[in-house]
C-alpha cells in the first residue's frame, strides 16, 4: 500500500494545514418588487407518537382533528398534515441512522461505502447563493451536529447558541473591526489558494480511499474560498436594525422546551430582515430528562415505550411542549407583515421527524407537517402505509415554492401535489 509520511503537511507562506484522518498515514432587509420565497426544515429526531397525531381518517383538519392537531387548531388553515411519505432503504448501521439522511435521502446510511449526498436545504441554499449575506443558516438546540450535508456529503456544523447566533447575525462591529475582517478574508483566501495548489502531488500519492476523503477534504477548502470571497462583499452593507434583545443561552440541556423556543424565536427575524431565505433546525436526542412538570425519565427512553401507558403518557407531555412552540412560531410567522401578505405566506415551513415510529426506529410513514408557502392547506394527506410515496417529492414542491428549477431530487419520482 501507498504511504504518506505522517508528518506531512500543505504548506504555504509559512502556515501548514494539518490533513485529514488517512489510511495512507498508518496511523438586511431590503424592499422588493415582489414577496420574497423562503423555506424552513424543522426536525423534532425522536418523532410523534403517531396514534395522536394522525386522524383516524383523511380529510379536512378541522372535521377530524387528533389530540396534537388540537394543539394546532388555530392554524389549520395554514397547514397540510401528511402521512405515508418516507424515503427508502434508511435502516443504516446504527438505530438513529436516519437521522443523517432525513434531508439528503441517501440510502443506507453509515453502512460499509456510504456516502452522504447533498441535502435539499444545501441544494436551494447553492441555487439562491449570495442573494443574501447567507445562503443558509443551520441551528441545532444543542451540538453542532446537522441534517445539512454539503454536494460532497460534508455535514455542516450547527449553530446551538441562540446568543451567539444573534451576535453574528445583528450585531454592528466598529470600522475598524470591519477593515481588519477584511483583510483576514484576503489573506485566508491567498492561503487556501496556495494550498491548494500543492495537492497534485498528494493525490497522486494518495490510496484510492485516501482520494477521496482528501478530495471531499479540499472541496470544503474550496468551499470556505469561495465563502470567504463572497462573504468580503456583504462587509460594507450595515447589518439589519432588529427591535430585539440579545438573547441569553440556556445551559440546562434538561431545558429542552427553553432552548426549543430560544432558537425559534430567532427565526422570524432571521426571514424578516433576509439575512438567509433557507434555515434548517435540528431538535436533538440528547437532553436527557426534559425540565417538564410530570416528566421523570429521558426523552429517549420515553420514546421506546414499549406501549407502556405510563411512559406514553409522559411522552406525550414532551411532544405536545414541543408541538405548542412549533404554534408559537407559526403564529409569530403570522404577525409579521410583508408586502401586504405575511412571512408565513412567503415561507415553506416542514416540521417533521426521520422516525415515522420511534418506539422501534420505523423510518416509515413520517410525521411530516408543511406549513404556510404558496400551497393549498387544511386537510390529513394519507397515502398508502405500506408503499409510500417518496418525501423526497414533497421537497421537489417545495423548490417549486423557491422558484427554483428542477426536475428530480435523491430518490423523487415527480412532485408532489395534493387538493
Same mark, same amino acid.
Given at each position: 500500500m501507498t504511504h504518506i509520511h505522517r508528518r506531512? #503537511?500543505?504548506?504555504?507562506?509559512?502556515?501548514?494545514?494539518?490533513?485529514?484522518? /488517512?489510511?495512507?498515514l498508518c496511523g438586511a432587509k431590503y424592499k422588493l418588487s415582489k414577496p420574497l420565497k423562503r423555506m424552513v426544515f424543522i426536525c423534532t429526531k425522536l418523532g410523534l407518537y403517531p396514534p395522536s397525531l394522525f386522524p383516524q381518517?383523511?380529510?379536512? $383538519?378541522?372535521?377530524?382533528?387528533?389530540?396534537?392537531?388540537? @394543539? /394546532? !387548531?388555530?392554524? &389549520?388553515? &395554514?397547514?397540510t398534515l401528511f402521512s405515508g411519505l418516507s424515503h427508502s432503504n434508511q435502516a443504516g448501521r446504527l438505530s438513529h441512522s436516519s437521522e443523517m439522511t432525513w434531508l439528503t435521502a441517501a440510502q443506507d446510511p453509515g453502512l460499509d461505502g456510504f456516502k452522504n449526498t447533498i441535502s435539499i436545504d444545501q441544494l436551494a441554499a447553492n441555487k439562491l447563493g449570495y442573494t443574501t449575506r447567507y445562503p443558509s443558516i443551520v441551528l441545532s438546540t444543542n451540538g453542532q451536529a446537522?441534517?445539512?450535508?454539503?454536494?460532497?456529503?460534508?455535514?455542516?456544523?450547527? +449553530?446551538?447558541?441562540?446568543?451567539?447566533?444573534?451576535?453574528? $447575525?445583528?450585531?454592528?462591529?466598529?470600522?475598524?473591526?470591519?477593515?481588519?475582517? !477584511?483583510?483576514? $478574508?484576503? #489573506?485566508?483566501?491567498?492561503?487556501?489558494?496556495g494550498l491548494v495548489a500543492q495537492t497534485k502531488s498528494l493525490l497522486k500519492n494518495a490510496t484510492?480511499?485516501?482520494?477521496?476523503?482528501? +478530495?471531499?477534504?479540499? +472541496?470544503?477548502?474550496?468551499?470556505?474560498?469561495?465563502?470567504?470571497?463572497?462573504?468580503?462583499e456583504w462587509l460594507d452593507k450595515p447589518r439589519p436594525n432588529v427591535n430585539a434583545k440579545r438573547p441569553k443561552d440556556i445551559r440546562q440541556k434538561a431545558d429542552i422546551i427553553g432552548r426549543i423556543t430560544l432558537m425559534m424565536n430567532m427565526i422570524p427575524l432571521i426571514l424578516q430582515t433576509d439575512t438567509t431565505r433557507v434555515i434548517n433546525l435540528g431538535i436533538q436526542i440528547d437532553h436527557g430528562t426534559p425540565n417538564i412538570p410530570g416528566i421523570n425519565q429521558e426523552h429517549h427512553a420515553l420514546s421506546h415505550h414499549g406501549k407502556d401507558p405510563q411512559k406514553i403518557k409522559q411522552?406525550? @407531555?414532551?411532544?405536545?411542549?414541543?408541538?405548542?412552540?412549533?404554534?408559537?412560531? /407559526?403564529?409569530?410567522?403570522?404577525?409579521?407583515?410583508?408586502?401586504?401578505? =405575511?412571512?408565513?405566506?412567503?415561507?415553506?415551513?416542514? #416540521?417533521?421527524?426521520?422516525?415515522? %415510529?420511534? %418506539?422501534?426506529?420505523?423510518?416509515? %410513514?413520517?410525521?411530516?407537517? /408543511?406549513a404556510g408557502g404558496s400551497f393549498k392547506h387544511?386537510?390529513?394527506?394519507?397515502?398508502?402505509?405500506?408503499? %409510500?410515496?417518496?418525501l423526497c417529492n414533497l421537497f421537489?414542491?417545495?423548490?417549486? &415554492?423557491?422558484? @427554483?428549477?428542477?426536475?428530480?431530487?435523491?430518490?423523487? =419520482?415527480? =412532485? $408532489?401535489?395534493?387538493?
Open positions: 506531512s #503537511f500543505l504548506k504555504s507562506s509559512g502556515v501548514t494545514l494539518a490533513l485529514p484522518t /488517512l489510511e495512507s381518517q383523511p380529510g379536512p $383538519l378541522a372535521k377530524f382533528p387528533s389530540q396534537y392537531l388540537s @394543539i /394546532l !387548531r388555530e392554524h &389549520h388553515p &395554514h397547514l446537522s441534517q445539512s450535508y454539503t454536494e460532497n456529503g460534508v455535514m455542516i456544523p450547527a +449553530e446551538s447558541s441562540p446568543s451567539q447566533l444573534f451576535s453574528k $447575525l445583528f450585531l454592528r462591529g466598529r470600522p475598524e473591526q470591519i477593515a481588519k475582517q !477584511r483583510q483576514q $478574508l484576503r #489573506f485566508n483566501k491567498s492561503i487556501l489558494d484510492p480511499i485516501d482520494r477521496q476523503r482528501l +478530495e471531499a477534504y479540499l +472541496e470544503s477548502i474550496r468551499r470556505t474560498e469561495r465563502n470567504f470571497v463572497k462573504q468580503g411522552l406525550k @407531555i414532551v411532544e405536545s411542549s414541543i408541538l405548542n412552540c412549533f404554534a408559537g412560531l /407559526l403564529t409569530d410567522l403570522k404577525q409579521h407583515d410583508i408586502d401586504q401578505s =405575511t412571512l408565513l405566506d412567503n415561507t415553506a415551513l416542514l #416540521f417533521g421527524s426521520n422516525l415515522g %415510529n420511534a %418506539n422501534n426506529h420505523d423510518y416509515r %410513514n413520517l410525521p411530516i407537517i /408543511l387544511g386537510n390529513y394527506i394519507a397515502y398508502s402505509q405500506s408503499r %409510500n410515496k417518496p421537489l414542491a417545495m423548490l417549486r &415554492h423557491m422558484k @427554483i428549477p428542477a426536475n428530480s431530487f435523491a430518490q423523487s =419520482t415527480s =412532485t $408532489l401535489t395534493w387538493t
